[in-house]
């Protein structure tokens, strides 16, 4: 089945440069996406989403960036902070009824001091 | 403000022996799922509840079962735990007819001796 996917297992990045964390899907009906940040023993916290009908979205320090012609989804922390170490997963929905996520394979963020 | 609670956060049980983990959420969103997570994994979801509609995932095992007695509240019962099924269990809620996102609790850890 089609799934979503990261590029890289692990990321290492030095304190205060800005981190790229790249995922790509499959599915073509997907037309939500989110991006969820674990640390260590927690559970998954939302960073931020992003619909299909938009290209880019901003919060504070990250930047979510969709390409629906290649199926590729980026996040980007700006001013990488110590804090920012964990896991990031991708997630996307297809819009079915269940509202159920496909989760990507994760990438580890070490941030360098 | 705690959202979606688990309860307890680290539970140790014997192989074999029934066991109950709880998650509760404070948003009244009417869908809740159950996710089992191993060590550099992505969640797996197991099933969820869409209000008090059951949904299994083809996959989970018949060992794996669930409760929803109100809103509120969500149980997971394994009843005959075996080593593999020591993981990270981390319950979810969202909104249906929002968006699909999900909000996490921390999870619980189970060991199973």
């Known amino acids: 089945g089609e799934s979503v996917g990261l590029h890289l297992p692990t990321l290492s990045v030095q304190e205060g440069d800005n981190s790229i964390i790249n995922c790509a899907y499959s599915?073509?009906?997907?037309?939500?996406f989110i991006w969820y940040k674990q640390e260590s023993g927690k559970g998954p916290q939302f960073i931020i989403d992003?619909?299909?009908?938009?290209d880019k979205r901003q919060g504070q320090r990250v930047t979510v960036l969709l390409n629906k012609t290649v199926k590729h989804l980026s996040l980007q922390i700006a001013a990488t902070q110590p804090g920012d170490s964990a896991v990031y997963f991708c997630?996307?929905?297809?819009?079915?009824?269940?509202?159920?996520?496909?989760f990507g394979a994760g990438t580890t963020v070490t941030v360098r001091a | 403000d705690a959202m979606v609670i688990q309860n307890p956060r680290y539970q140790v049980t014997q192989f074999g022996k029934p066991v109950t983990l709880s998650c509760s959420q404070t948003l009244n969103h009417n869908v809740m799922y159950w996710y089992q997570q191993k060590s550099s994994q992505a969640p797996k979801l197991l099933f969820h509840?869409?209000?008090?509609?059951?949904?299994n995932e083809a996959d989970t095992p018949d060992n794996f079962q669930s409760r929803r007695p109100n809103t509120s509240f969500c149980f997971l019962d394994i009843r005959s735990p075996g080593l593999g099924d020591a993981a990270m269990y981390l319950c979810?809620?969202?909104?249906?007819?929002?968006?699909?996102?999900?909000?996490f609790g921390p999870g619980t850890r189970l060991t199973v001796l």
């Open positions: 509840y869409y209000d008090k509609d059951f949904n």
């Open positions: 979810a809620t969202s909104r249906a007819g929002s968006t699909a996102k999900q909000y």
């Open positions: 992003i619909r299909s009908n938009m």
């Open positions: 997630a996307e929905n297809d819009g079915g009824d269940d509202y159920k996520l496909s």
């Open positions: 599915n073509s009906a997907s037309d939500y």
